[in-house]
């Protein structure tokens, strides 16, 4: 069925790319939460944790910038894995900055989905290939550095 709105003209936005990133997104993100959710975590936060793993301790900005998500959705993500136990938050140092660090809860769950994950992952490139995997892989990349730079 086609809706019409007098005076819009709505040709074209089935190619919206904001519309077809997020639908995307949300089939993926679904797909790794259904195989994250035995250790607890969903998706959003195994990124966190293992960008945190990776650097830390790390600036709440520079986690933000890592992830490509605004400071503020980063504040309210980490407060929600503090009260969880997941990370560990220091008071706002000599540079104004708050650094976060996993603790020992965080390392543990880290742990437990980490093999989790790479089963989720290992699925998924196979159902997609390993050739189109890393095309796809490519031009996303390139998708959000020409979109986070627009």
């Not at 790794?32 to 966190?48: C, F, H, K, M, P």
Request: charged content about 30%; aromatic content about 4%.
């Amino acid at each position: 069925m086609t809706v019409h709105v007098e005076g819009v003209d709505l040709k074209g936005t089935r190619a919206c790319a904001a519309f077809n990133l997020r639908r995307t997104a949300r089939a993926v993100t679904q797909l790794y939460d259904a195989g994250l959710r035995e250790a607890g975590v969903r998706s959003t936060q195994y990124a966190i944790l293992v960008a945190v793993a990776k650097a830390q301790p790390v600036s709440v900005g520079a986690l933000a910038a890592t992830i490509l998500i605004d400071q503020t959705t980063m504040t309210r993500n980490l407060k929600l894995m503090e009260t969880d136990s997941l990370i560990e938050v220091s008071a706002r140092g000599a540079r104004r900055e708050k650094l976060v660090r996993l603790s020992k809860k965080g390392e543990r769950v880290l742990a437990r989905a980490t093999p989790l994950w790479r089963a989720v992952q290992t699925r998924f490139v196979d159902r997609i290939g390993e050739r189109r995997w890393a095309e796809l892989r490519r031009a996303l990349d390139d998708v959000a550095m020409l979109a986070a730079h627009e």
